[in-house]
Every structure is written in structure tokens, then in C-alpha cells.
């Protein structure tokens, strides 16, 4: 039975905790999935490579509208594709050779694993490995419906739709927000694109304001369908399929399709690792339970040397809060007198569809319903195209919503649509972690005029905080 000092399950943030400190030690690295996990292989990189070429691919319909004459003339999507993975493919073989081949103190199991206690587990083929600490990094897998169809050709997941033969001539996707990312990259490569949701309101976990926005801009761009659920999928013998979707009234609704993205979200993989044989306490959406320091509990309480990371053990499922979450883990491996907690401030995130999104902190909705009693909330929405720069876009879509507590300038929450809201939310991130008021914020910096960045400024000189007599100008 091979004994190592640390165990990780999982190859994605997982991988970053091999640091210098475990020279000379022994290390077991557990995945029987792709190597580098799902950020690297399926998910915010490779999908990213794919959305900026459709924003190229996108721009004659923007040129026209400022008086430039643009033609696409081909998307070459097999070209693409190859570009994409012939990186991506060659990144991860690259680093599976390197802890397989290259480093005599790691064991790479390229196979499955279950806890049969909570510091021992056994593989796939059999082999029983104990470690003195172990790291659950598991990841997380796609959702797919209970419906019949599920097992066609033409039925994908984020997983698998990257890597698909050809340009589709026809897709449907769902309403969330792998499937708005996935609507856009395949409406700008010219795909027609229908988006189906069961209900009337998109992004569900968004500020229903930006939400109700960007469904109108979605609908501008490609086919929105709401109140339809999936029914199931059908193959037509010709190489497409129908999908079947039932209205509020019962009746069916068929939408004819060459592919298919079943995107429902995503389930940690804490199902397949036998956390009962370990012990180990779950939440209710089946991720492990943790304390601040990222130990996973048993009975309530933390087990010594167990720590988990990623979407095993938070609701995130974002690839920068498990590298945080990553390097606490490590402090916490290597320095046990001296534990190091996690911090979820102003966890930002951001959807890549066409427009963009951004968020951080509460919607208005949630900051008036868990205010204290007598507390003044206040929001604002600032339009792109009141600032010099959205001038020059003409720009009618773009807005940044901030919502606020009045008397003390706190910022609760911040929500951007349209162009680079990415990149445009960092700021007021920064602002919600250091706890600096929105006056402050405001007043304080300079912003660069005529900058897109006016519009953040703007909104915020727009809030109506209480300002103190002696705050910047």
C-alpha cells in the first residue's frame, strides 16, 4: 500500500499545489479525467478562444451602423477549432508528462479514485493509497435533463461542443449563462441560433434589470423563446434533430436543430469519491462541507489534514476563486500552526456572451430584502451612451447599475452590460474588498477622460450617498 505525505484529487487548480516545499516528499496526484481540469479543457479558456474570433466574425453588423461597409466572407470553424485545441491539447500533455515523467517525488493515477476513509483511497484498477494529507480538487461535470434524446450525436454539453465536425447551420441552447456565451459564439460565426428558457426571465441569477436587458439585446441578435421547457430531443434520420419543448399550456412546440447545447449547469464531483466511506459532511447542493480554513468537516467538525478546493467545496464554480482558495490550501499544507482563511469578498464574475456581463455583490433585489430595518437603499443605472465614448459607439444598450447604502456610501453591489463590462467592473470590485465609499471612490481618482471608464465614474457620481462636507471634489 503506497503511503505519500500529500494526496490531491483533481489535476486543475489542484496541480498548483506542488510547490518546492514538496521536494523530497512524497506527492499522489489522482484524476481520471483530462489533465489541467475543466478551466483549462472545457471551459473558461478554451471558451474564450472561441468568443473573441465570433466578435470578429460579428463586427460587419456593428460597422454598419457607424458607416462602415464590412463583409464576413468565411468562418473556417474546423480551423479554429484545431487553432483552439492544438494549444490547449498540447498545454495539458505537456503538463501530465512533466508530473508523470519529469518529477521522481510525484505519482500520477491517470484514473478514478473513492475515499474508503477519510485519509485512504482506493483507484479504479485497485490500488490502495494512504497519505498523511490529502486535497480534494475534484472539479465538477455538466447536468444533463432526464429526458429522452440525451445519448444522440447531436446533443452536446460545454464539454463536448467546442470540438464538434463543421460549423452547425442551426442551434439550441438554453437560458443560462454557458448557453448565452455559447448563443453568441455561434450566432457571430452565423450560425441561426434559437434560445430556448422555461421561463420569462434569462440569467436568473442576475440583477433582474440587467437580466431583463440583455434578453432584449439577445433577442436582437438571434431567436429568443421563453416559457418552453425541454420535452425532449428527436432524431429526424437526416442528420438533424427536432427539439421538443411543452408550453405552460401543455402543448409542444418543435424547434429543428443540427446541434443542440443542453447547458443546465454543472454538478461537483463529490458523488463519485465515497464521502460516506470518508466521513465527510456534504451541503445541501452536494458540495463538501468546509470551515474558513478549507478543512472539510465531519460531524460538524474539521478533520485534521483534509482540506478541499474548487467547485468540490464552493458555489462559485469560478476558475479565480479556486486559485484563491488554491493558495490557501497551500499555505494551510505547509504552514499548520500558522492557518490562513479564505476570503469571499466581492467575488466578482462575468458572462461572455454578446453583450458582455458583469456582477459583483448584491442585486437590488436581494440588498433591499436583507437590509437591516430603516436602512435607505439606493441604485442608479448609467447608460453607456451618456458618456464621450459611448457617443462615438452609439451605443444603446450598455448600462453599469450600482446599488448602495445611502447614509454610509457603502457599495453593495455593482452590475455591468455591454462592451468590455469585464474589464469596466474591476474598480468598483476593488471598492466593495477595501470598503471605500462611493464618494470617495467618485471624487477621489482621477478618471480618464474620454475613456469608456467615465461611465463608472459617472454612476457613481450619480448615487445619491451622503457626501461629507470635507470629502474630494
Known amino acids: ?100 515523467e519529469e518529477l521522481d517525488h510525484v505519482d500520477l493515477y491517470q484514473e478514478h479514485a473513492r475515499f474508503t476513509g477519510p485519509r485512504t483511497l482506493r483507484t479504479a484498477s485497485g490500488v490502495d493509497i494512504t497519505a498523511d494529507q490529502v486535497v480534494v480538487a475534484a472539479g465538477s461535470r455538466p447536468v444533463l435533463p432526464d429526458v429522452p434524446g440525451m445519448g444522440l450525436p447531436q446533443v452536446h454539453t460545454s464539454d463536448t461542443v467546442m470540438r464538434i465536425d463543421g460549423l452547425p447551420s442551426r442551434v439550441v441552447v438554453g437560458g443560462g449563462y454557458i448557453a448565452a456565451e455559447f448563443a453568441a459564439v455561434f450566432a457571430g460565426f452565423g450560425s441561426r441560433v434559437t434560445q430556448v428558457n422555461r421561463t420569462d426571465r434569462l440569467l436568473r441569477g442576475h440583477d433582474a434589470e440587467i437580466a431583463g436587458r440583455f434578453a432584449a439585446a439577445a433577442a436582437a441578435r438571434w431567436t429568443l423563446r421563453t416559457g418552453l421547457a425541454l420535452h425532449s430531443v428527436e432524431d429526424n434520420a437526416d442528420g438533424s434533430v427536432d427539439a421538443v419543448f411543452t408550453d405552460d399550456g401543455g402543448g409542444k412546440v418543435r424547434v429543428p436543430a443540427d446541434v443542440v447545447l443542453v447547458a443546465t449547469g454543472r454538478r461537483p464531483n463529490t458523488d463519485r469519491l465515497g464521502a460516506d466511506a470518508a466521513g465527510f459532511d456534504l451541503d445541501g447542493d452536494g458540495t463538501l462541507a468546509a470551515d474558513g480554513y478549507l478543512r472539510v468537516l465531519s460531524g460538524g467538525k474539521p478533520l485534521d489534514g483534509v482540506f478541499a478546493l474548487g467547485d468540490a467545496v464552493n458555489r462559485y464554480q469560478l476558475k479565480h476563486v479556486a486559485n484563491r482558495e488554491a493558495r490557501v490550501v497551500a499555505h494551510n499544507l505547509e504552514h499548520p500552526g500558522r492557518l490562513r482563511s479564505i476570503d469571499y469578498t466581492a467575488v466578482p464574475s462575468a458572462v461572455f456572451s454578446s453583450p458582455q456581463i458583469a456582477s459583483v455583490g448584491l442585486t437590488e433585489d436581494q440588498a433591499r430584502s436583507t437590509a437591516a430595518p430603516g436602512t435607505d437603499i439606493i441604485s442608479v443605472v448609467q447608460e453607456y451612451g451618456t458618456t464621450a465614448y459611448g457617443w462615438a459607439m452609439e451605443d444603446d444598450e450598455g448600462v453599469v447599475k450600482l446599488v448602495a447604502e445611502r447614509s454610509t456610501g457603502r457599495l453593495l453591489g455593482a452590475h455591468i452590460l455591454g462592451h468590455e463590462a469585464s474589464n469596466l467592473i474591476q474598480p468598483l470590485v476593488q471598492a466593495m474588498y477595501l470598503e471605500t465609499p462611493v464618494h470617495q471612490l467618485a471624487r477621489g481618482p482621477y478618471w480618464i477622460h474620454p475613456a469608456l471608464m467615465e461611465v463608472v465614474e459617472n454612476a457613481l457620481l450619480a448615487l445619491d450617498v451622503d457626501v461629507p462636507e470635507d470629502a474630494p471634489l
Open 1 to 100: 500500500m503506497p503511503h505519500y505525505d500529500l494526496a490531491i484529487i483533481g489535476s486543475g487548480s489542484g496541480n498548483s499545489l506542488i510547490t518546492p516545499f514538496w521536494d523530497g516528499r512524497k506527492v499522489a496526484l489522482v484524476d481520471g479525467g483530462v489533465f489541467g481540469g475543466t478551466c483549462l479543457n472545457v471551459g473558461c479558456i478554451p471558451t474564450k478562444m472561441f468568443v473573441y474570433p465570433s466578435s470578429l466574425a460579428a463586427a460587419p453588423r456593428e460597422a454598419g451602423r457607424l458607416g462602415v461597409d464590412l463583409a464576413l466572407d468565411k468562418v473556417h470553424w474546423n480551423g479554429i477549432r484545431d487553432r483552439i485545441f492544438g494549444r490547449i491539447d498540447a498545454i495539458s500533455e505537456s503538463g501530465r508528462r512533466y508530473r508523470a
